[in-house]
């Protein structure tokens, strides 16, 4: 069997050729870890494969209370999709702890 003619990222069940041995070999990048690609997908598909690019974090939010504990979020965006069996994206969010320190808190009765 042959992935001339495609190449899946993911596990894709619709990803096949006619196989020499088995009935089917697969094109998608799933097949790496059950061993059933076709003969050529490693030169075919791997070459093809571009794997995800993410931009620089952006700035971390306020602290979401006020007075005591609370959380703060930051985010980076996708700037390349994987592709064709490429490495997926790394987180694309964070959040961490954080304790609201307001002037106003410690003046609450």
């Known amino acids: 069997g042959s992935c001339r003619h495609r190449c899946c990222p993911g596990r894709n069940n619709a990803c096949w050729a006619p196989g020499a041995r088995r009935p089917h070999c697969y094109c998608d990048s799933y097949c790496q ?36 504990v609370g959380s703060r979020a930051r985010s980076r965006q996708v700037t390349v999709p994987p592709r064709h069996g490429g490495d997926p994206c790394p987180d694309l969010k964070q959040r961490r702890g954080c304790l609201g320190q307001h002037p106003t808190c410690g003046t609450a009765k």
């Open 33 to 68: 870890r059950t061993g059933d690609c076709c003969q050529d997908y490693l030169a075919t598909c791997r070459r093809a494969a571009v794997g995800c690019a993410v931009g620089p974090w952006g700035p971390w939010s306020g602290c979401s209370s006020p007075c005591g």
